[in-house]
T-cell receptor, first 115, second 113 residues
Framework: AQSVAQPEDQVNVAEGNPLTVKCTYS??????LFWYVQYPNRGLQFLLK??????LVKGSYGFEAEFNKSQTSFHLKKPSALVSDSALYFC?????????????FGQGTTLQVKP | DAGITQSPRYKITETGRQVTLMCHQT?????MFWYRQDLGHGLRLIYY???????DKGEVPDGYVVSRSKTENFPLTLESATRSQTSVYFC????????????FGEGSRLTVL
C-alpha cells in the first residue's frame, strides 16, 4: 500500500534561515511526488513535483525538493525563509503506473517562520 | 480564469439531512476528486472520477454518493449526514496522468449538528 509520512507536526524557523520540511514515502513502483501548501481557509496550492529526471526539483516561491530514492525521501527546502511562508505543507505520492491519478497525502506539517 | 469552484463554502446542517456539495471546473479536466480534511488525518480520498459517467470509491466512501453526468461537474452528496461527517471538503481536478498535479477548489466547510 502507498503511504506518506511527514514526521514533524510543526517546524519552527527564524526568518532568513534555511528551512526543511521532511517527507518519506512508500510505494510499490516508481513514485510521482508532490508538495502542496495551504494557507488558512484556502485550498491547497501546488508547489512542485518530481516525475522523473533531475533529483533536485525547483518550484514556486523559491522552494525546492530533493528526491532521494535510496532513502525514499522528498524533503522540501528553501534557502532563506520568509514570514509569509508560514502555512501548512502537504507531501503527496502516487505510483507512476497508476491509471487513476489518486494522490495519497501526508498528514501535513505546519511551518512557522518567526521574524 | 474561474478554475475550480465549490459551493457552498460554508454549510451547517442537522443529523439525518441530505446535503449536496457542488464542484465545477472550467478546464475540461478528465479527472476529478473529492477529499476530506480532518485534523490529524490530512486529506483522505472519498471518491474520484476518471471521466464523465466513470466514478470509483476512494479511501473513505461510506455515507457519500457522487455522480458525474458532465465533465465539468462532480457533486458530492451526503445522503443522511452524521456528525462524523463534519469536515472540510475539497474538490480537485487533474488534466492528465502524465502531468499529475491536482488543482484544488477553496473547500466547503460542513458542520453537522
Amino acid at each position: 500500500a502507498q503511504s506518506v509520512a511527514q514526521p514533524e507536526d510543526q517546524v519552527n524557523v527564524a526568518e532568513g534561515n534555511p528551512l526543511t520540511v521532511k517527507c518519506t514515502y512508500s510505494v510499490s513502483g516508481n513514485p510521482y511526488l508532490f508538495w502542496y501548501v495551504q494557507y488558512p481557509n484556502r485550498g491547497l496550492q501546488f508547489l512542485l513535483k518530481y516525475i522523473t529526471g533531475d533529483n533536485l526539483v525547483k518550484g514556486s516561491y523559491g522552494f525546492e525538493a530533493e528526491f532521494n530514492k535510496s532513502q525514499t525521501s522528498f524533503h522540501l527546502k528553501k534557502p532563506s525563509a520568509l514570514v509569509s511562508d508560514s502555512a501548512l505543507y502537504f507531501c503527496a505520492v502516487r505510483v507512476s503506473s497508476s491509471n487513476t491519478g489518486k494522490l495519497i497525502f501526508g498528514q501535513g506539517t505546519t511551518l512557522q517562520v518567526k521574524p | 480564469d474561474a478554475g475550480i469552484t465549490q459551493s457552498p463554502r460554508y454549510k451547517i446542517t442537522e443529523t439525518g439531512r441530505q446535503v449536496t456539495l457542488m464542484c465545477h471546473q472550467t478546464w475540461s479536466h478528465s479527472y476529478m476528486f473529492w477529499y476530506r480534511q480532518d485534523l490529524g488525518h490530512g486529506l483522505r480520498l472519498i471518491y474520484y472520477s476518471a471521466a464523465a459517467d466513470i466514478t470509483d470509491k476512494g479511501e473513505v466512501p461510506d455515507g457519500y454518493v457522487v455522480s458525474r453526468s458532465k465533465t465539468e461537474n462532480f457533486p458530492l452528496t451526503l445522503e443522511s449526514a452524521t456528525r462524523s461527517q463534519t469536515s472540510v471538503y475539497f474538490c480537485a481536478s487533474m488534466n492528465s496522468l502524465s502531468t499529475g498535479e491536482l488543482f484544488f477548489g477553496e473547500g466547503s466547510r460542513l458542520t453537522v449538528l
